[in-house]
């Protein structure tokens, strides 16, 4: 199977190195560029550079130590760090009590959606429910819930890492 395969590889390489052709470009009185593979009259023959079928080398990476970069990288003190954490925690905890209370906001907009049908009077004088504005509002108010029940989450997860 190996020299078929290296006989396969051969005839790949010959074959694309030979894949050339001819161009000829000539210009016409209206200044029209035609390139051609054939020659055609009034036409020159462009000389043209191989291009290159293999990538350029890549530039050799230079060996970074650790160490040198987590010194390079600024640090604060504990007690800094401390502070700075504690006073994200409180900020955290206090976008927590506000989520909690727009979720409960929400959910009793959701109670009162469900609770409340959309009527209309029609021509006639008599009163009809309207359903698609009432699944609609209801609809609004489980997203609005959704919504922030997902935001209670994110939070919660933020303060997770954080301790």
């Known amino acids: 199977m190996k020299p078929f395969r290296m006989l396969l590889?051969?005839?790949v390489f010959t074959a694309s190195t030979a894949a050339?052709?001819?161009?000829?470009?000539?210009?016409?009185?209206?200044?029209?560029?035609?390139y051609s593979s054939e020659p055609i009259k009034?036409?020159?023959k462009l000389e043209l550079e191989p291009l290159l079928t293999m990538p350029a080398p890549r530039a050799v990476a230079k060996e970074r130590n650790r160490?040198?970069?987590?010194?390079?990288?600024?640090?604060v003190?504990?007690?800094t760090q401390k502070r700075r954490?504690?006073?994200?925690?409180?900020?955290?905890?206090?976008e927590m009590a506000?989520?909690?209370?727009?979720l409960e906001d929400a959910r009793t907009q959701l109670k009162v959606a469900e609770d409340t049908p959309q009527v209309y009077t029609g021509a006639d004088g008599k009163t009809y429910r309207?359903?698609?504005?009432?699944?609609?509002?209801?609809?609004?108010?489980?997203?609005?819930?959704r919504m922030h029940e997902n935001n209670l989450r994110a939070i919660q997860t933020e303060i997770n890492h954080l301790k």
């Open 9 to 11: 590889l051969c005839v």
């Open 20 to 34: 050339h052709a001819e161009i000829y470009k000539r210009v016409d009185k209206e200044g029209r560029v035609t």
């Open 42 to 44: 009034g036409a020159q």
């Open 67 to 75: 160490e040198s970069e987590e010194s390079a990288f600024p640090r």
């Open 77 to 79: 003190d504990q007690a």
């Open 85 to 94: 954490d504690d006073k994200r925690l409180r900020i955290l905890e206090d």
């Open 98 to 102: 506000s989520e909690r209370q727009a």
């Open 130 to 145: 309207n359903m698609a504005k009432y699944e609609e509002t209801v609809q609004t108010a489980q997203e609005n819930v």
